[in-house]
Structure formats: C-alpha cells, structure tokens
C-alpha cells in the first residue's frame, strides 16, 4: 500500500520570503500522480500543483513550484514571495496512474502560517 | 456556475441515528468520491462511484452507506453502526477520460454526534 509522509505539522514564514514545504511516499509503482493541495480556513480543499510522475521536468504554477526527486521519493513544494493568502493546511498526495477511478493518498498535512 | 454542492454545511445527530450528506455537482463528471477527515489526519476514502448504480468500499466503508442512482448525486449515509462519525466529510468529483483524474472538491458537511 503507498504511504504518503509530511513530517512537518506546522512551518512559518514571512510575508515575501521562499518556504519549501516537505513530502515523502512510498510505492512500488513506476507511473503515478502527486499533487499538493491547500486548505485554507474555509476547508475548501483546492488543487495548488500536480506532478506526473513520468515527467522529468518540476511543475511550476505563478509562486508554487514542486521539487520532484522520484528515486528518493520525495516531492516537496516551494512558495515563492509568500502572500497572506497563503496560510493554510496543505497536503501532498498521491494517486496511481489508472484508467479508472482510483483513490487519492494523502499525508497529514503541514499548516502554514505567514506573518507580517 | 459548475462546481459540487454539499449541505448542509453542519449537520447535528442524536447518537443512534442514522443521517444522509447530500452532495451533488453539475461537472458532468463520471466519478465520484466521500472523504473523511479528522483533525491531525489527511483526508481517508469511504467510498467512490465510477458510474451510475455501481460503487466500490474505500478504506473506511464500515458504518456508512451510498447510492449512485444520478450521474450528478451520491448521497452518503451514516449508520448508527458508525462507532466514532464526528467528523468533516468531504465529496468530490472527477472526469475519468482526462489521464490525470484530477479531483474537485466540495466546501464540505461538518457532522457532529451529540
């Protein structure tokens, strides 16, 4: 079974700076999705970045960017000028590449405080 | 505007009860999913729907029920047979032709036994 691990519960920046956020799973598998959600206040879970596993080359999205090392099994996620919006639970997770519906794995989550 | 509903937003049950979570979305998605999430854990799978009158267990079936009869609902029942079910629960959608699955969540029902 994949096991998806955020060791991190809790991390801070500052408003502007860079803060990475840390994931690590485990799969015997060789095609798979991973993703990074983010849960603000609201609880609306919203998809921030997804990685397939396939591809070489690290996702970007504006400020988020992923750092996908598939040999160590690490998949961890960079804010870049860290914004007031961007305090929030985020989760890492992880899906196996199918045709059909499959479920998604996720960590516990790191929650993210910015300051001023 | 397309997108998942979920109501009500905070649902109360007498201990014994058995209570329905509403979710349905206008996504013209073939799957559909229930989450649990409980505070310190991420989000784990009750149950999914890939399509109409069909579905499978996920990793926590046990105490809960669904039904796909609509492609746009799948309503989720909480059994009395549920031994802990506060909690906030979770439905989401997806379309199953895209290769990457993506999912999209609803705001969420946040259940509390009283």
């Known amino acids: 079974a994949q096991t998806v691990t955020q060791s991190q519960p809790e991390m801070s920046v500052q408003e502007a700076e860079t803060v990475t956020l840390s994931c690590t799973y485990d799969t015997s598998e060789s095609d798979y999705y991973l993703f990074w959600y983010k849960q603000p206040p609201s609880r609306q879970m919203i998809l921030v970045i997804r990685?397939?596993?396939?591809?070489?080359q690290n996702a970007t999205e504006n400020r988020f960017s992923v750092n996908f090392q598939k040999a160590a099994k690490s998949f961890s996620l960079k804010i870049s000028d860290s914004q007031l919006g961007d305090a929030a639970m985020y989760f890492c997770?992880?899906?196996?590449?199918?045709?059909?519906?499959?479920?998604?794995?996720f960590g516990t989550g790191t929650r993210l405080q910015v300051t001023l | 505007d397309g997108g998942i509903t979920q109501s009500p937003k905070y649902l109360f049950r007498k201990e014994g009860q058995n209570v329905t979570l509403s979710c349905e979305q206008n996504l013209n998605h073939d799957a559909m999913y229930w989450y649990r999430q409980d505070p310190g854990q991420g989000l784990r799978l009750i149950y999914y729907s890939q399509i109409v009158n069909d579905f499978q267990k996920g990793d926590i079936a046990e105490g809960y029920s669904v039904s796909r009869e609509k492609k746009e609902s799948f309503p989720l029942t909480v059994t009395s047979a549920q031994k802990n079910p506060t909690a906030f629960y979770l439905c989401?959608?997806?379309?199953?032709?895209?290769?990457?699955?993506?999912?999209?969540f609803g705001p969420g029902t946040r259940l509390t036994v009283l």
């Open positions: 989401a959608s997806s379309i199953l032709t895209s290769m990457v699955d993506e999912q999209f």
């Open positions: 990685q397939e596993a396939y591809k070489q």
């Open positions: 997770a992880y899906r196996t590449y199918t045709g059909t519906a499959s479920k998604l794995t």
